[in-house]
């Protein structure tokens, strides 16, 4: 999997907002520097997911100066379009990455010029048919890119499923006017799966009439639905993310520790559920350590000992109950956040 796809796991919530927030502006004409930092945030939205195993027809070589901008001189870019037997355009996310390296030279580049270079490059390195299906796919492609910035964000509130699930609604309707179904799915194919699954998780994390062992099943099976690529870059970030929203909520109501294994049972299973549970003993067992140790050091602290002698006691007691120096180490944050009057950093 590509680093594109592998970002848009984590920044994939500030993705949809982007998507309306009208960063897409800079498609529209005007001074190009002004605008300069824009093509960085909307090539986030749009160039989310790389194709990684597709095998070229033609593969033209892009390193070219009068077809980078500056600051791609030093990048090696695979911008390969695939053809079939008949040398006509297959779709595929090679596709839309060839087009989004060009339109990332916005801010270096004006997007007349861009769409000049552009133009230019595909005369140069293809024959019909083609051609022609470039040519008139990339000018639908930057149409589609430019409305996408006029779309509107929707009026429900921006913290919920609901209004990310409106934002990604408007943008499927927008493809349909410039798009085939067919080019859809070859362009956006993979965007839209895990689009629809980040959806599907925060739909049923919101769902007040599910319990949290309830919603902890419902993610395991989301997440079994993936294709294998997925689950191995999505797998342990997912869990352990669903593993703390989860127990959190538990904790905030007060819930059994069945309560919590079951949820725990149902997300990542008995093995998990076990190790989980043996941390949850080593910590409970850490923060009793660490209050008993501090207790009596303030006991020894508020006695009629000198100085010195104070000093000496902590440290007895200090090396009796913690024999690790590795323990002793962790344990001088606590005496300075206990003494500071803080939360103790035991989470």
Request: charge should be negative; hydrophobic fraction near 30%; aromatic fraction near 8%.
């Amino acid at each position: 999997m590509s680093f594109r796809k592998d970002s848009l796991f984590i920044i994939l919530p500030i993705i949809f907002v982007l998507l309306i927030g009208g960063t897409l502006f800079w498609l529209k004409s005007g001074d190009p520097q002004s605008q300069a930092t824009a093509h960085s945030t909307s090539d986030q939205s749009e160039n989310t997911l790389s194709s990684t195993d597709t095998t070229s027809a033609h593969a033209p070589n892009l390193q070219n100066a009068k077809y980078s901008s500056q600051s791609q001189q030093d990048i090696d870019i695979d911008c390969k379009m695939n053809l079939d037997a008949g040398q006509r355009l297959i779709v595929n996310e090679q596709t839309k990455n060839c087009f989004e390296y060009f339109i990332t030279q916005y801010g270096e580049k004006s997007i007349d010029q861009i769409k000049t270079d552009f133009e230019k490059y595909i005369r140069a390195n293809y024959q019909e048919p083609a051609l022609s299906q470039i040519l008139d796919l990339w000018t639908r492609y930057m149409d589609y890119r430019e409305q996408l910035g006029k779309l509107q964000p929707p009026t429900s509130n921006s913290n919920t499923a609901k209004y990310y699930r409106e934002i990604y609604e408007k943008q499927q309707n927008l493809r349909k006017t410039y798009f085939s179904r067919e080019e859809i799915q070859g362009l956006f194919g993979e965007e839209n799966l895990y689009h629809e699954y980040t959806l599907q998780r925060l739909e049923i994390l919101e769902d007040k009439s599910l319990s949290e062992a309830e919603k902890g099943k419902r993610l395991k099976e989301l997440f079994e639905q993936l294709p294998a690529d997925w689950k191995e870059n999505l797998e342990q970030m997912n869990k352990l993310e669903d593993l703390r929203t989860l127990t959190a909520d538990l904790k905030a109501r007060n819930a059994s520790a069945q309560e919590i294994r079951q949820m725990r049972l149902n997300l990542v299973g008995a093995e998990a559920t076990g190790r989980l549970e043996t941390l949850d003993t080593q910590r409970s067992q850490w923060q009793q350590q660490v209050n008993s140790y501090l207790a009596q050091r303030d006991s020894i602290l508020q006695s009629g000992m000198s100085e010195s002698a104070k000093t000496a006691a902590i440290n007895d007691l200090k090396q009796q109950q913690f024999n690790s120096a590795q323990d002793r180490m962790r344990l001088n944050t606590f005496e300075t956040v206990h003494d500071q009057g803080g939360k103790l950093p035991f989470s």
